[in-house]
């Protein structure tokens, strides 16, 4: 069974600050996806990531696919409250029609 | 936007009723999916369907049931509900972006079964 493990489970901190993120599994992904939730909403996509060492920018957030496509992370720097949600990576399979969800990330940020 | 609706929204019932839920999609999207959210355990996969009448299982499908007789639709039904399936369910479908099967979203459904 593939499995996601997403660290840290929960996450406050300043205005300002900078964090990161972090997606592992022993499994090798053809592909990984980052989410944002926000609360009463669906997972709504930020960036997928398909080749090792990949790393993608969306303003203030960095995601880098780890080399043997097994990891992944998030950073944002100068975090703003309205980056507050609940953070989701996800993977897909090498050769199956679905994606394996992580349990989930809480971003809180405090003014 | 993927164009998914889900209804209805919000539903709350009672311990062995039949619960129905709609997913509606405008895109002519081939796979469907049906996910519960519940704290500590994040998205889990219900069932999904790769077509007309084409529907798998996924990892918590025990007391749930699908059906998919048209592509823009996707059932899921439990027969009889249970206060353990108190949750929120996600419709998704699966698009191709950026390279790599992506899966978007719509609302959600609250179900609360007392």
């Known amino acids: 069974t593939q499995l996601l493990e997403q660290s840290p489970q929960f996450l406050s901190i300043q205005e300002g600050e900078n964090l990161t993120v972090y997606c592992n599994s022993s499994?090798?992904?053809?592909?990984l996806q980052w989410y944002r939730q926000e609360p009463g909403e669906g997972p709504v996509l930020l960036v997928t990531?398909?080749?090792?060492?990949e790393v993608k920018k969306l303003k203030r957030l960095t995601f880098q696919f780890g080399d043997a496509r097994k990891d992944s992370s998030l950073h944002i720097t100068a975090a703003q409250p309205g980056d507050t949600g609940l953070y989701l990576c996800?993977?897909?399979?090498?050769?199956?029609?679905?994606?394996?969800f992580g349990s989930g990330t809480r971003l809180s940020i405090r003014p | 936007d993927a164009g998914i609706t889900q209804s209805p929204r919000h539903k709350v019932t009672e311990t062995g009723t039949p619960v129905t839920l709609r997913c509606h999609q405008t895109?002519?999207?081939?796979?469907m999916y049906w996910y519960r959210q519940d704290p500590g355990h994040g998205l889990r996969l219900i069932h999904y369907?790769?077509?007309?009448?084409?529907?798998d299982k996924g990892e918590v499908s025990d007391g749930y049931s699908v059906s998919r007789s048209k592509t823009e639709d996707f059932l899921l039904t439990l027969e009889s509900a249970t206060s353990s399936q108190t949750s929120v369910y996600f419709c998704?479908?699966?698009?191709?972006?950026?390279?790599?099967?992506?899966?978007?979203f719509g609302p959600g459904t609250r179900l609360t079964v007392l």
């Open positions: 998704a479908i699966k698009s191709l972006a950026g390279g790599a099967d992506t899966q978007y």
């Open positions: 996800a993977g897909a399979a090498l050769s199956a029609s679905k994606i394996i």
């Open positions: 895109e002519n999207h081939r796979y």
């Open positions: 990531v398909v080749t090792g060492g």
């Open positions: 499994s090798v992904f053809s592909s």
């Open positions: 369907s790769y077509g007309v009448k084409d529907t």
